[in-house]
C-alpha cells in the first residue's frame, strides 16, 4: 500500500467529524477501564498498514511510573 498524503488543513467535513465525535474521544481518553490490549495493537497496527508506514513495536505498561523504569 502507497503512502497516504494527509490533509495540510482540516476541512469543514473533518472539523464536523471532530465536533461529532469530541465527547465521545474526551471520555474514552478519561476511562480507567482495563483496555482490550489485542484489539488496541490491531487499530494502531491498521493505521500504519493505511498510511503505508512499518509498525513499530507497541509496548504497553501498567502505570506511567512503569513507563520511567523502561526508559
Known amino acids: ?5 494527509l490533509p495540510p488543513v482540516l476541512g469543514a467535513e ?3 467529524v471532530i465536533k461529532a465525535v ?5 471520555n474514552e481518553a478519561l476511562c480507567v477501564a ?3 490490549r489485542a484489539l488496541c495493537q490491531e487499530a494502531i497496527a491498521r493505521c500504519y498498514e ?3 508506514l ?3 513495536e507497541i509496548l ?5 511510573q512503569a513507563i520511567l523504569k523502561h526508559l
Request: proline share 11%; hydrophobic share 25%; aromatic share 12%.
Open 60 to 64: 504497553f505498561f501498567s502505570s506511567p
Open 54 to 56: 512499518k509498525c513499530p
Open 34 to 36: 482495563p483496555m482490550d
Open 14 to 16: 473533518h472539523k464536523a
Open 1 to 5: 500500500m502507497s503512502k497516504k498524503q
Open 22 to 26: 469530541s465527547g465521545q474521544i474526551q
Open 50 to 52: 493505511y498510511l503505508g
